[in-house]
């Protein structure tokens, strides 16, 4: 599976900004999504994640009513609507894919397949 993340670049704190995420190889429509985030010197966390029918999503506590994850139509994009950034934000943002469900996970998901990153960089 290859995934693709795109859609980030330089806003002002409280804009707002849609990540998406396709892949090649392989559809998702029946494999959880999920965003990742690595802030410049921190470890790589997660972000929210959503199930194969778009009926459950996880989000960390720190973007809960700021940002939302979705799937499309298809199933075989993902979006991430993020509001009122702020510049804590700032980060790659990475989107995954996994052969375990992740509910079972919540937070502590762990997928198997990763994008390349887009970066998201909000000033303050």
């Known amino acids: 599976v290859q995934l693709q993340a795109y859609g980030g670049g330089l806003v002002q704190a409280g804009d707002s900004l849609r990540l998406s995420c396709t892949a090649s190889g392989r559809t998702l429509s029946r494999y959880d999504m999920g965003w990742f985030r690595q802030a410049p010197g921190k470890e790589r966390e997660f972000v929210a994640a959503?199930?194969?029918?778009?009926?459950?999503?996880v989000y960390v506590d720190s973007v809960k009513a700021r940002f939302t994850i979705s799937r499309g139509n298809g199933k075989n994009i993902v979006y991430l609507q993020m509001n009122s950034l702020k510049p804590e934000d700032t980060a790659v943002y990475y989107c995954?894919?996994?052969?375990?469900?992740?509910?079972?996970?919540?937070?502590?998901?762990?997928?198997?397949?990763w994008g390349q990153g887009t970066l998201v960089t909000v000033s303050s």
């Open positions: 959503i199930t194969w029918s778009g009926s459950s999503t």
């Open positions: 995954a894919t996994g052969l375990r469900p992740m509910l079972p996970y919540g937070t502590r998901w762990s997928p198997d397949y």
